[in-house]
């Protein structure tokens, strides 16, 4: 598990992250989950949306990406 999680950390260059680019990273992933549970009310899922729609945003505003050619 720790090969895998070392893995990860080189891939996405993780600790060359600023604390607000791990902040938004974190918020994205997040709502992913709170999209999964929320499908109990119309509200529910409309604001889960919403907050998905508002990290990703943030994601691609503020999180530079290395893109591989």
Not at 6 to 29: E, G, H, N, P, R
């Amino acid at each position: 598990m720790n090969e895998l999680w070392q893995l990860w950390k080189k891939s996405v260059q993780w600790d060359s992250k600023t604390m607000k680019q791990k902040a938004i990273s974190v918020w994205f992933s997040v709502s992913f989950v709170l999209l999964g549970i929320s499908g109990g009310s119309l509200l529910a899922v409309s604001l889960a949306v919403v907050n998905l729609g508002a990290a990703a945003y943030s994601v691609v505003k503020y999180v530079p990406m290395n893109v591989e050619e």
